[in-house]
């Protein structure tokens, strides 16, 4: 498995953004697809963004428009850069790394993400 560390969230106005940052323990990008997920109070953890090893990108449509997930294969980063957020964009975001051969997906400890006035 992957050790991943997520980093960038906190609490921001409605409108705002921010970027969240995940750090991979190694290089994993060109075997791994990565993505960002989210789980608010009281609801179910869905998928964000999903990046993958050929750079091919998919969001929810919550999100579309406003939110992009890119990497630096250089820093073993991926980030999710986070604009004109909202206050259903509340949650605990996760970064995951599934790995293109068989094997589990690995997953961040989470970092939470506020958007209130």
């Known amino acids: 498995q992957v050790q991943l560390v997520e980093s960038g969230g906190g609490l921001v106005q409605p409108g705002g953004s921010l970027r969240l940052s995940c750090a991979a323990s190694r290089s994993i990008f060109s075997i791994y697809a990565m993505g960002w997920y989210r789980q608010a109070p009281g609801k179910q953890r869905e998928l964000v963004a999903h990046?993958?090893?050929?750079?091919?990108?998919n969001y929810a449509d919550s999100v579309k428009g406003r939110f992009t997930i890119s990497t630096d294969n250089a820093k073993n980063t991926v980030y999710l850069q986070m604009n004109n957020l909202k206050p259903e964009d509340t949650a605990v975001y996760y970064c995951?790394?599934?790995?293109?051969?068989?094997?589990?997906?690995?997953w961040g400890q989470g970092t939470q993400v506020t958007v209130s006035s």
């Open positions: 995951t790394a599934d790995p293109i051969a068989p094997g589990p997906l690995s």
């Open positions: 990046i993958t090893s050929d750079g091919s990108t």
